[in-house]
C-alpha cells in the first residue's frame, strides 16, 4: 500500500534519509521507530506531500506521490507530530473547511465531523475558537480533520504526544478498528509499549538508514534478546547498528 524506493533527503552535505526502500502492506498497522534524530520525521513529511525527496520514489496504492500527488492525498490522511491549525477559527468551521480541501461536502463535513468530534471527546468544544484549546485536544482536531475523507491510509506522527491515558487507550482501539476495516496505518512513536501492542511489524531507522523491519518476534531473534520486550530490542538493534531485509 505503501511503498518507499531508495529514498533519499539531503539537507546540505547532510543525508537525513539515505536510500530507504520498505514496503508497509495494505491493512497492516507498521510502527517507524528510530533514535532522536534518526530521519523518521523527515521519511514522514516526505510521504505526507509536505517535503520533496533529493531521490527516490514514493508510491501509496499504485499512485506515484510525485506525479500523482492530488491523488495520493484523496486517499491518505497525514498526521503531523505537531498540530498546525487555524486558531480564530471553531472546531466545527475548521473541519468544514478541512473537508472543503479534500473534496468533502459541507453537509457530509459537518455530519462526519460531529460523529469524529464525539469520538474524540471535543463535542462540547466544537463552537469553541481552536486557540482555546489545550495541547492534546489541538493533537485530538488534527486526528479529526485526518479522519474526515475517510482514507484508506493513515500516516501518523508521534500520536500520543499530549494525551492522557484515557486518550492513548482511545487512539489504541482507534488504530485497531482502522485496521480491522483495511486501513493501513504507518506510525511513529516513542512509546515502544503501544508499538508491541498494536503493530503487525516494525521498521526502525538509523541515522537515515533502515535497520530492521519484521514482527516483534523477528527483531528479538535478529537482537538475540529471545524473551525481551520492544525496548531493548530496540536499544540493542540501534546500538549495534545490524541490518536485515524483510
Not at 508510491?59 to 506525479?67: N, P, T
Amino acid at each position: 500500500m505503501i511503498k518507499l524506493d531508495h529514498l533519499t533527503k539531503h539537507f546540505g552535505r547532510i543525508a537525513a534519509v539515505d536510500d530507504l526502500s520498505l514496503e508497509v502492506r495494505g491493512g497492516e498497522i507498521m510502527a517507524f521507530l528510530g533514535p532522536n534524530g534518526a530521519g523518521k520525521t523527515t521519511t514522514l513529511r516526505m510521504i505526507g506531500g509536505l517535503l520533496e525527496p533529493t531521490g527516490g520514489r514514493i508510491e501509496v496504492k499504485g499512485h506515484d506521490l510525485a506525479r500523482s500527488p492530488l491523488e495520493v492525498k484523496r486517499i491518505m490522511g497525514f498526521i503531523p507530530d505537531r498540530p498546525y491549525l487555524y486558531e480564530k477559527l471553531t472546531a466545527r468551521e475548521f473541519l468544514v473547511f478541512s473537508g472543503g480541501l479534500y473534496g468533502v461536502p459541507p453537509d457530509r463535513a459537518s455530519s462526519r465531523g460531529k460523529e469524529l468530534l464525539r469520538l474524540f471527546d471535543l463535542a462540547d468544544w466544537s463552537d469553541e475558537l481552536i486557540e482555546s484549546f489545550s495541547h492534546g485536544m489541538k493533537q485530538r482536531l488534527v486526528m479529526v480533520s485526518a479522519l474526515l475523507h475517510e482514507p484508506e491510509v493513515l500516516v501518523i506522527d508521534e500520536p500520543m504526544v499530549g494525551l492522557d491515558p484515557r486518550g492513548v487507550r482511545m487512539l489504541k482501539n482507534l488504530f485497531r478498528g482502522l485496521r480491522d476495516r483495511g486501513v493501513t496505518l504507518l506510525l511513529s512513536t516513542h512509546t515502544l509499549s503501544v508499538a508491541e501492542e498494536i503493530c503487525d511489524r516494525v521498521a526502525i531507522i538509523h541515522k537515515g538508514r533502515l535497520i530492521s523491519v519484521g514482527t516483534v518476534e523477528d527483531l528479538r531473534l535478529l537482537a538475540h534478546r529471545h524473551e525481551a520486550g520492544l525496548e531493548e530490542v530496540f536499544l540493542a538493534l540501534t546500538s549495534e547498528g545490524e541490518e536485515v531485509q524483510d
